[in-house]
Nanobody, 123 residues
């Protein structure tokens, strides 16, 4: 099993920045891919970004150029630097992990999930 704990959410004004962190514990060697999803009220959970153990990454079109994912394998931690935040980025952000090196964008392809952290962007 892998346990994921997110931190770093909060309230920020439009145009501001936040950095999310997700620390993995347990059988971390199986978390080949770690990523972020988000879910706004009344909407489906959507893919944001993910990164492999070798730092290959993928982004949703809506966040390209604004968000940057990174990973510290020694600390079993993945980060999401979010810049130029907009009100439409408001959501609960979830960390996710899976055991394969392929990066899927479907939520049901990820086996392990954190509890989520709220990000609110005011206009």
């Amino acid at each position: 099993q892998v346990q994921l704990v997110e931190s770093g959410g909060g309230l920020v004004q439009a145009g501001g920045s936040l950095r999310l962190s997700c620390a993995a514990s347990g059988r971390t060697f199986i978390s080949d891919v770690m990523g972020w999803f988000r879910q706004a009220p009344g909407k489906e959970r959507e893919f944001v970004s993910a990164i492999t153990r070798r730092s290959a990454s993928t982004y949703a079109n809506s966040v390209k150029g604004r968000f940057t994912i990174s990973r510290d394998n020694a600390k079993n931690t993945v980060y999401l630097q979010m810049n130029s935040l907009q009100p439409e980025d408001t959501a609960v952000y979830y960390c996710a992990a899976r055991e394969d090196s392929v990066i899927p964008t479907a939520a049901n392809a990820y086996k392990y999930w954190g509890q989520g952290t709220q990000v609110t962007v005011s206009s």
